[in-house]
């Protein structure tokens, strides 16, 4: 199995969330890569939203995931 070349992610730019295809980062070798089956927001992943802030051109939101 190949690594796709693109993933879906919930990105935070100028004050606005999407969902959109992003390039996939390149994997270190002791990464692995996971295909995630559904998402939820937890409390980070929310503050950060509601606090309109991100990197440029644009944040990737969540850092769990089981």
């Known amino acids: ?3 796709p070349k693109t993933m879906k992610a919930i990105t ?3 004050g606005k969330v999407l969902v959109q295809n992003i390039s996939t980062p ?3 070798p002791s990464y692995l890569l996971v295909k995630v089956h ?3 927001l937890n409390p980070t992943d929310w503050k950060s939203i509601a606090g309109g802030r991100g990197a440029e051109p644009f ?8």
């Open 1 to 3: 199995m190949s690594i």
């Open 12 to 14: 935070l730019a100028a």
């Open 26 to 28: 390149p994997l270190r």
């Open 38 to 40: 559904s998402v939820a």
């Open 59 to 66: 944040s990737i939101v969540g850092c769990d995931f089981a």
